[in-house]
């Protein structure tokens, strides 16, 4: 099925009006009213998924200590997610998936469900506070009398 296609079906089955292309060739959704997802066709007949996450606060500090926070998150999900997150050259980080060419509506469905889940909990992490956490080399002490 050619990627402007699957696109159609694909919003039809979710009930709304398949959006017009972007100057790229891309698709863009706003889901739940506020999160708004790209699929645009990849150079070797994939399918991309982006979606702005958060932005790194102005002050140095500030950005240093939310890009730290999210990307040692991220490494701890890489084996068990297929979202990566990034960082672009105006400080937005932005996640990402690769999905086949040659999916289908259901699967199509099914993984941009997931990725938008995903995408909900990172705007969420990047918008929270930092906490205080053991860092990942410190391991706790055992005394023993």
């Known amino acids: 099925m050619r990627f402007a296609d699957l696109i159609t079906t694909f919003a039809t089955e979710q009930g709304v009006r398949p959006p017009r292309p972007d100057p790229d060739g891309g698709y863009t959704f706003l889901f739940d009213g506020r999160y708004t997802t790209r699929l645009r066709p990849a150079p070797q007949g994939q399918?991309?998924?982006d979606?702005?996450?958060g932005k790194l606060p102005a002050d140095r500090q500030g950005g240093e200590a939310l890009a730290r926070r999210v990307l040692a998150a991220n490494?701890?999900?890489m084996a068990s997610r297929t979202e990566i997150l990034s960082l672009s050259e105006a400080d937005v980080l932005?996640?990402?998936r690769l999905l086949p060419g040659d999916i289908g509506v259901l699967d199509l469905a099914e993984a941009v469900e997931s990725f938008v889940n995903a995408q909900i909990d990172w705007t969420q992490r990047c918008q929270a506070p930092p906490t205080?956490?053991?860092p990942d080399f410190a391991q706790p002490l055992l005394f023993f009398p």
Do not use: D, P, Q
């Open 51 to 53: 979606a702005a996450v």
């Open 94 to 96: 932005i996640l990402y």
């Open 47 to 49: 399918i991309l998924l």
């Open 75 to 77: 490494r701890g999900r």
């Open 132 to 134: 205080l956490s053991m």
